[in-house]
């Protein structure tokens, strides 16, 4: 058997490109030319914002409340760069900045819903299957099981209580080791693997053998 | 204690669930592993269900945030930042003019000082005329006894007024207005009408 790896892990040279921009756009800063470290940071934001708009999507489940998310976050770490620390890649502590917006934006959203009547579920919307299997040299029928599959598996990460889907997410989908993980989350490892244990046990036996299903 | 039948090991205990995890998730490899294929094929397993579930979480996301949206994200981001980085300039009003030569100031304080004593000067020249004039015991009688009567002032209106018009009666006439003087009422007529 071969060697078995990481859940596509998070390129290292992604973190040294990081490592270098977030150098610059520190001693830049600290030089006073917040221009040019703008300019720097655009980069950043370039590489990181598809991942970040998958997680705080995955958070809030709304795609403009993700997309706000993920703007403040950029934002909010441009404002504290002074504190940011070298002992954690860049996607770790911009990471945490867009969770913690998240959880913040999840409990005024709950404080809200309170008061006023939740808007209806919006769903992402369900593009043609013609459309959608055009140029993926995928036939409309497996485009249409392909989306099905999607829905199904999305439904069962709903159904996962916060925690476990959070870490689920984070660990298998995004490629954080389970130390990051806890980094991210406040947790300790020990309590990350449980975590994501569990939520793994539970998605199968609500999946069954859909998730494993080639199209 | 641990026999092979037909290739497979029997005996041993197989890893759990878990621990095929975390052998997946932290990329370690248990030397049972590596020799058990009832173990590999529940972790081949495993991998494939866990594969899928990504795949199709980073495409169902993926379907939501396109390029064309992550492009106006980014957009959005820099315009933010520019807006942080240079705040819009708020104008105060009304506002104070900066750096004021010390000789205007000093003009400035001589013109409010010489408005102040003007003011002065004229608050009490008029309390000091008012007091004079109250002073006056006999003021409001002398008024009287200067103004004349309104029927003397009457009757003085009266004889100016047919004196202009004897006057203007007995003045030589201009020929080529006789015509049409004679088509006219003369004011004597009339007044003396009125009287009638």
């Known amino acids: 058997m071969s060697r078995v790896g990481h859940p596509a892990p998070v390129p290292a040279i992604g973190r040294e490109a990081d490592a270098c921009t977030t150098a610059a756009i520190k001693a830049l800063a600290e030089a006073g030319r917040h221009d040019e470290a703008r300019e720097q940071f655009a980069e950043l934001v370039l590489r990181h914002q598809r991942r970040a708009s998958r997680i705080a999507l995955h958070y809030m489940r709304d795609a403009a409340e993700a997309d706000e998310a993920v703007q403040d976050a950029f934002l909010r770490a441009f404002r504290h760069f002074g504190g940011f620390r070298d002992d954690l890649p860049f996607e770790v ?49 497996e485009a249409l099981l392909g989306r099905e599959r999607c829905r199904l598996i ?19 989908v995004e490629g954080y080791s389970s130390r990051e993980v806890g980094a991210l989350t406040g947790l300790n490892e020990s309590t990350v693997r449980v975590h994501l244990f569990r939520a793994v046990r539970k998605l199968r036996r609500l999946l069954g053998d859909v998730a494993g299903r080639q199209d | ?23 997946w998730q932290e990329g370690d ?10 173990c590999q094929a529940r972790s081949l397993e495993l991998r494939e269900f866990l594969d899928a579930v990504q795949a199709d979480a ?3 996301a993926d379907r939501v945030f396109t390029t064309e949206r992550l492009a106006a994200q980014h957009a959005h981001v820099m315009r933010r930042l520019d807006r942080t980085l240079h705040p819009a300039r708020v104008l105060s009003f009304p506002a104070l003019r900066r750096g004021i030569p010390v000789s205007h100031l000093v003009a400035r304080r001589w013109v409010a000082l010489a408005a102040a004593a003007g003011l002065i000067i004229g608050l009490a020249t008029g ?18 006894a200067v103004q004349p009567s309104s029927i003397e002032r009457a009757s003085f209106s009266d004889e100016a007024f047919l004196s202009d018009l004897e006057t203007a009666a007995l003045a030589p006439r201009v020929e080529e207005l006789q015509a049409l003087d004679d088509l006219t009422p003369h004011v004597r007529e009339v007044s003396t009408t009125l009287i009638r």
Not at chain 1, 111 to 123: A, I, K, L
Request: glycine share 8%; hydrophobic share 40%; proline share 7%.
């Open chain 2, 1 to 23: 204690m641990m026999w092979q039948v037909f290739g497979y090991r029997v005996g041993q205990r197989h890893l759990t669930d878990e621990q095929l995890l975390v052998a």
């Open chain 2, 58 to 60: 980073v495409a169902e």
């Open chain 1, 154 to 172: 999305a439904s069962a990460l709903r159904q996962l209580p916060e925690r476990q889907r959070v870490v689920f997410l984070l660990s298998q």
């Open chain 2, 29 to 38: 490899v248990d030397a049972h592993l590596d020799e058990c294929a009832s």
């Open chain 1, 93 to 141: 502590w911009f990471t945490r900045i867009l969770i913690n917006g998240c959880l913040d934006r999840i409990k005024a959203r709950g404080r809200r819903e309170r008061w006023f009547p939740p808007r209806p579920h919006v769903d992402f919307g369900s593009p043609d299957p013609i459309e959608a299997a055009a140029g993926t040299g995928r036939t409309p029928e």
């Open chain 2, 127 to 144: 309390v000091a005329v008012d007091r004079r004039q109250s002073l006056w015991p006999t003021g409001g009688t002398r008024s009287a």
